[in-house]
Structure formats: structure tokens, C-alpha cells
């Protein structure tokens, strides 16, 4: 009765039982019967895990060249797991059943029908019967992946005689292992933390195959709790009674326990998104909870978490490597030796520090060895093996690439400093760049870049019908529209651009211009197209996963970082490697000449032309400046008038001579816009007049610059208070009237900053 009892919470997990369900039982018949065959499956590995431990010999050895037999079908054996031909001499699939004199019996996972069969074949022939899995650190991909099998085939096994080492209702191998009074770890201290650095430093996990990023930037928060999900037909959770209400539960209790903190939830790599997605997208209302469906390697993102919340996957562990805080829901090998904190309570175990759990694992558990060959080798050399195997993996050479920028001059200014260093790196220096962008800053761009082999342009910004389509909330409408509009546009576009690209790189910020390049990109053939991933918008997120086969994970939340930070870091990820981007020198000359810029692409950041030509005719009169005003309205003409050392640009000034007069002036003044950008990167001293709008992602330039600001008295109170909903708010779209700057205001401010200057 205990025995069904102990079971009985089990078979009340839903999704265990529903996929048993699906597998053995019809759809008509009543659902006690899936439920009673499963209870007599697993009451029957419950027999059999009570025969070996009650027969259990001190020590596991494996004589590889005995007589073998393991269930699972020959395709795997050939497939998905061909290491096993190699390391056993003799081996055979259970449906061939040819041996007859049988050593060894190896059961693959806990899926209590698969094993029952074998379960029976093995005890009628006395063979000794093993658990096996794939080691802890196995290789590139995993084995179901479809790839060349130097990449899939695992680099290491595990054997336990007592009980699978992640079902923690029963006693492993391991566990006795972690749990005796060896100090053999002590002894091997010096290979234990040559192989803790070796993993750390490369970013090594149990499959390789997903990109490391250097600086994942995923949310705004400093603290960051990461949770794990995993597959839900995995063993290692449904034999523990893992399913949807204790993921729910992680989640739940994971952000209301941190309050200050962003949520990161990494979705299994082996899981399909629809799959997982179900119940975790609800929790995207929390603007603090981010889903993590895209490709990348989780120690990159342990990396950037303080604290880890798992059910019984084995990333608790490697977060454990990593010095994170981890807090378990399940029964996994590592949980209940006092490391972690436990919901899942095992009382049995006791206390072991992490570096005896780590050598145990390693070196008298897991064995190791050489793919081809089927040779033990040591941990370190097979995680070089795996090591030298990712880098063949992702080594791909770039020789045509397409950038696609379609946002502002300044956007650009910012981003080109970036994309130069990002064009010397070692995957891309001899990628030969074409380039499609907005038609707004095309003049800028001919006069300023040489760099891009075929240049596209399109009219985006301004254009009343593109800003008409991404008003529209029904993505799907917006998407068939944005179809029909393409239509007239694409054409051309594609007709412009070469068949086919190695890469395709999209630098854009702005959700609604996102989806917009979506449509275009989906149209370019290219194997590997690439765009930072977007988190808020579920809708907007699947269509990326659609389009591109690699998603940076960046948020569109970084209201709190500046865009060139965000843009250097997002070229990093691409690239993978860091790059240095030297400030351009400041000329420290004597201000004779100053550049006054009076437009602006936003209403909201112009200030009134008058009071810069009032500014200018006070710096020629106090300091004797020569001040050039551009970008005024021909309105103003009859207003303002020519002066000695004042020259007034009226109209569409060329593109050239302004980045002429730029280049010869010593100081910029004037608004928010591209060539404030463009001044700085030129290592001009820099005074810009603004209401707040983008302050944090624009304007707060990092330390090397020379600017100043001027900024409306509402949007310095803002700024002065630290409030960051105020700040975040004001970035986003500032409301603020500029022209609360007084003439005089501004002449006063400027006087004393040119003091300091």
C-alpha cells in the first residue's frame, strides 16, 4: 500500500499522464486505464530498483567487452547514440534479442513502458542491469539533432546500478559516491579546478550547439533571477512528479520573492516553443519577466544572473559552477547536500561541499571517452574535444553580407563608429558589406561612407502610409497590409539586392520598424539572418523565430543604456569577439568658430529659431565668435538678417556643407538631432538644447565626450528627482514644451558653459 501511495501523487501529474496516454492507450477508452497500466509500470521499476539495491556490490566496475544488451531500437544505436557501439565490444539493440547469454542489460531513461520489456528480458537471463545516460558534459548538439555525426556523438556516458542518478525518490550509485567519506577530491584538488576554469572560461555546457554571447542584456534591472524550464516528456521530470503546476509554482514564487529583480525564463533547448510557451506568456504582463525562446548558451546567461530557480535540471548544477544561488524544486543529484535551497527536501543526504560533488562526478562516476576510437580519456581531454568541435561548429566564413538600417541619421552616426571596428573582426574582415537604409539620411551616408559595395534606399520615415500601417494594433492586419504595401516596394528592393547572402544583419530598436524590415527580410534568401530579439510583443517574437535563425538576446527595455553601448554590444554578440571603439580626439583650440543646428526631425525637440539667433549675435558680441545657423525655415527670412559674423542658412541646406561647416567649427550648438551625433563623433565640444526626450538612450552620452546640456526645467526636475518611472517616461516621449527655455535662459546657460569649456 505505501508502494501506491508513494505513486498515487504521481500519477496525478496531468501531462505525464496524458503522454503515456497518448502513447499506449486509445483516445475512447476511460483514462483509468492509462492510469492503471502506468502504476503497474512504474510498481514494476520499483521492484526492480528494490532487487539492486538490495543486491547491490560496493563498487560499479564495467567490463566493456562482455556480452551487452540495451533498449533501445538499432536506429538509435546506429543514430542517436552510436558511442555505445564503440565503447561495448559486443552490443545489441533489445528487439534483436541475440544474445543469449547476457552480462550486462542497459535500460536508456525512465519512460516506464520502454523499460518494462527490457526490464523482464534481462531478469530472465540474469543479466546485471544498468541505467545509462549521457554524461553531464556530452557534446556539440544533441543526439536528435540532424547533423553530421562529429557534432552529435556523445563524448561521455554514465552507469548506475542502483537507480537512475536524477530519480531522487531512490538511492544512485552517485549519491553513495557524493555521500561516503573519501577524500580521494582532496588528492585531485589541482585537476578538480583546472577543469571548474576550463568549463567556466568556455562557456561549456551538456549540449553546445546554441551561440555564446558575450554580454547577454536581457532587461533593466541590476539583480536577475533566471528559471529554468524543461521538456515535460523528459524522465528526469516526470519520474519525480514534475509538471506544469510546478513550473508555475517556480515562476510565481520566483517573482514575488524577488520584487527588484528582473525574471528571465530560459525554455528548454529541446522543447518546441508552442510547447512551453503556454504557460509561461501570461507572465509577460509582469514588466520584469522576460521568456528566453531563442537560441543561446546558458552559461553565457548564467554569467549575467544572481540567483537560479530549477525543478531537477542539470543547469542547477552548472549554476552551482558558476557561484549562483539556487533554489530547487525537485530531487536532482545535486539538492539536499546543504548547497542549495531546497523545496524538494531529500533528509537522507547530508552535507558535501560542491568541489567533492564536482570530482565525483567527473572522475569517479562519469566515464569519458574518445568517439571515434571508443577509448577512455580523461574529463579535460573530452571537454577539449567538445571545445575544438563548437568552434568547427560555428566557424563560418563571411564573404557578401547585407546590413539593414532603417532608422535615423543619428541612429546611424552612432552605430557606423561600431560597425567599422565590427567590419576588422575576424569572422567579417573580409566580408564585403551591401547596405539598405532610409532614404532620409541617403546624402549624409554617399557623402560620409565608402565602405558598402551596393547601397538601397527607402523612404520610411515620413512616408504617411508606412505610418499609417504600424498605427494598427491587429498584427495580423498590419502584416497583410504592410504585405500589399511591400508589394509596390519589395520588388525593387529584391530586384537591387544580390540572390543570395552569407548573412544578414539588422540593426533596428523600434518594435513597429521591426516588424516592418521583417517583411522584407523574409523575402532575402540567406542562410543565417540575424536581428535582436524582441520579449514584450509574443506576436512579434514568433514571427522573428520564422524569419531569422539567430536572435541576440537584447531587450528593447534598455531605456537606462546609451544606444551606442547597446549597438556595440549587439555587434560583439555577431561577431564574438569585444571591440574597442576609441573616442575621437577633442581639439582643445580656442573656440573661434560655432555650428548652430535649428531643426529637428521632432516637433517637440525644436527650439524657436529666434532665440538662436539671438544666442548668436551674444557670442559674437561677448566672445567674438563667428556663429553659422543651418536647418532654419525659410519662414524666419524676413525675421532674422544677415549680420556681420552671423551666416544664416535658409531652406534645404546640402548635406555636404553642412558636414563642411561642422568640420571647421570648434563648438555645436542646437538640438537633438543626427548631426549633434555627427559633431561628436568628430570630438566636437558639444552644448545641446533639449525637453528630455531620449535623454537616457541618446543624450547621456559615457564619459570621453565633450557635452553639455541644456535641458526645459521640467525635464531637469525629471532627472534631478531619480525617479526611473519619470525618467523612463520622459525618455520614451517627452511632452515637455522646449520653449520654456527662455531667450535669456539660454544665453545664460551657455555663457556659463563656455566658461567651463
Known amino acids: 500500500m505505501k508502494k501506491i501511495a508513494i505513486f498515487q501523487k504521481f500519477i496525478d501529474v496531468s501531462n505525464a499522464v496524458d503522454s503515456i496516454w497518448r502513447e499506449i492507450v486509445r483516445p475512447e477508452k476511460p483514462k483509468q486505464v492509462g492510469d492503471t497500466l502506468r502504476l503497474a509500470a512504474y510498481l514494476n521499476y520499483v521492484k526492480v530498483l528494490e532487487i539492486l539495491n538490495k543486491d547491490k556490490s560496493d563498487k560499479l566496475n564495467i567490463n566493456f567487452r562482455k556480452p551487452t544488451t540495451v533498449n533501445l531500437p538499432e536506429t538509435n544505436l546506429n543514430g542517436f547514440q552510436p558511442l555505445l557501439k564503440r565503447v561495448f565490444f559486443k552490443i545489441d539493440s533489445i528487439e534483436n534479442r541475440k544474445r543469449v547469454n547476457l552480462e550486462y542489460a542497459l535500460l536508456w531513461g525512465a519512460k516506464l513502458f520502454r523499460i518494462e520489456k527490457a526490464i523482464e528480458y534481462a531478469l530472465k537471463r540474469k543479466a546485471k542491469i544498468l541505467f545509462v545516460e549521457d554524461g553531464f558534459y556530452r557534446s556539440v548538439t544533441g543526439g536528435l539533432k540532424k547533423v553530421d555525426q562529429l557534432f552529435s556523438t556523445s563524448h561521455s556516458l554514465v552507469f548506475d546500478d542502483l537507480a537512475p542518478h536524477y530519480d531522487g525518490n531512490f538511492t544512485s550509485r552517485l549519491e553513495l559516491l557524493i555521500g561516503d567519506n573519501s577524500n580521494e577530491y582532496k588528492a585531485n584538488s589541482a585537476k578538480v579546478e583546472e577543469l571548474k576554469k576550463y568549463i567556466k572560461n568556455n562557456y561549456l555546457s551538456k549540449y553546445n550547439d546554441q551561440p555564446n554571447f558575450l554580454t547577454p542584456l536581457i532587461g533593466v534591472k541590476k539583480e536577475k533571477v533566471l528559471v529554468i524550464m524543461q521538456s515535460f516528456n523528459d524522465a528526469s521530470l516526470t519520474i519525480v512528479g514534475g509538471d506544469e503546476l510546478s513550473f508555475k509554482t517556480m515562476i510565481e514564487d520566483a517573482i514575488n520573492e524577488n520584487p527588484n529583480a528582473d525574471i528571465l525564463i530560459k525554455v528548454h533547448p529541446d522543447t518546441l516553443i508552442k510547447k512551453n510557451k503556454g504557460y509561461a506568456d501570461k507572465f509577460l504582463n509582469d514588466k520584469r519577466v522576460y521568456i528566453i525562446d531563442t537560441e543561446v548558451n546558458l552559461p553565457c546567461i548564467l554569467n549575467c544572473v544572481d540567483t537560479v530557480y530549477v525543478y531537477s535540471s542539470q543547469a542547477g548544477f552548472e549554476a552551482l559552477l558558476f557561484e549562483k544561488k539556487v533554489v530547487v524544486y525537485g530531487k536532482p543529484f545535486y539538492s539536499g547536500w546543504g548547497l542549495t535551497i531546497d523545496r524538494g527536501n531529500i533528509k537522507r543526504r547530508g552535507i558535501a561541499s560542491f568541489n567533492k560533488i564536482f570530482h565525483d562526478i567527473h572522475f569517479r562516476y ?12 580523461t574529463p579535460l581531454k573530452a571537454l577539449e574535444l567538445i571545445k575544438a568541435k563548437r568552434d568547427l561548429y560555428f566557424d563560418k566564413k563571411f564573404k557578401k553580407g547585407l546590413l539593414i538600417k532603417l532608422d535615423g541619421l543619428g541612429d546611424w552616426v552612432i552605430f557606423s563608429k561600431a560597425f567599422k571596428e565590427f567590419q576588422k573582426t575576424a569572422k567579417f574582415k573580409n566580408c564585403k558589406f551591401d547596405f539598405l537604409g532610409d532614404e532620409g539620411f541617403r546624402e549624409f551616408f554617399e557623402s560620409t561612407e565608402n565602405n558598402f559595395n551596393k547601397k538601397i534606399w527607402i523612404k520610411r520615415r515620413g512616408n504617411k502610409w508606412i505610418s499609417l500601417i504600424e498605427k494598427i494594433k491587429n498584427q495580423k492586419l498590419q502584416s497583410y497590409l504592410f504585405k500589399i504595401y511591400l508589394n509596390n516596394i519589395t520588388t525593387n528592393i529584391i530586384s537591387n539586392l544580390d540572390n543570395k547572402y552569407d548573412i544578414v544583419i539588422v540593426s533596428c530598436w523600434n518594435n513597429s520598424l521591426q516588424r516592418f524590415v521583417n517583411n522584407i527580410v523574409k523575402e532575402i534568401k540567406s542562410p543565417l539572418k540575424i536581428s535582436r530579439a524582441i520579449y514584450r510583443d509574443q506576436n512579434s517574437s514568433e514571427q522573428q523565430r520564422r524569419i531569422y535563425n539567430q536572435l541576440i538576446p537584447m531587450s528593447g527595455d534598455h531605456l537606462v543604456h546609451f544606444r551606442g553601448t547597446l549597438e556595440k554590444i549587439y555587434l560583439e554578440n555577431i561577431a564574438g569577439e569585444a571591440l574597442t571603439i576609441n573616442h575621437s580626439e577633442i581639439n582643445d583650440r580656442p573656440i573661434k568658430n560655432v555650428f548652430i543646428f535649428c531643426n529637428a526631425f521632432h516637433k517637440k525637440r525644436r527650439l524657436s529659431a529666434e532665440k538662436y539667433y539671438e544666442l548668436a549675435k551674444f557670442l559674437r558680441d561677448k566672445y567674438d565668435l563667428n556663429c553659422s545657423l543651418y536647418g532654419l525655415e525659410p519662414k524666419f527670412s524676413k525675421s532674422l538678417t544677415q549680420e556681420k559674423n552671423i551666416d544664416l542658412n535658409f531652406g534645404i541646406s546640402t ?24 559633431a561628436l563623433s568628430l570630438g566636437k565640444r558639444s552644448i545641446v538644447v533639449s525637453n528630455g526626450n531620449s535623454y537616457n538612450t541618446f543624450l547621456r552620452y559615457p564619459n570621453g565626450y565633450r557635452l553639455e546640456y541644456i535641458l526645459s526645467n521640467k525635464a531637469q526636475a525629471v532627472i534631478e528627482s531619480g525617479n526611473e518611472k519619470d525618467i523612463e517616461a520622459m525618455t520614451r516621449c517627452s511632452d515637455f514644451d522646449i520653449n520654456e527655455i527662455s531667450e535669456n535662459d539660454l544665453i545664460k546657460k551657455v555663457d556659463k558653459l563656455l566658461t567651463q569649456l
Open 655 to 678: 548635406t555636404s556643407s553642412i558636414i563642411n561647416a561642422i568640420k571647421n567649427s570648434d563648438l555645436y550648438v542646437g538640438n537633438d538631432t543626427g548631426f549633434l551625433h555627427y
Open 366 to 377: 562519469t566515464y569519458y571517452f574518445d568517439p571515434v576510437s571508443g577509448e577512455k580519456i
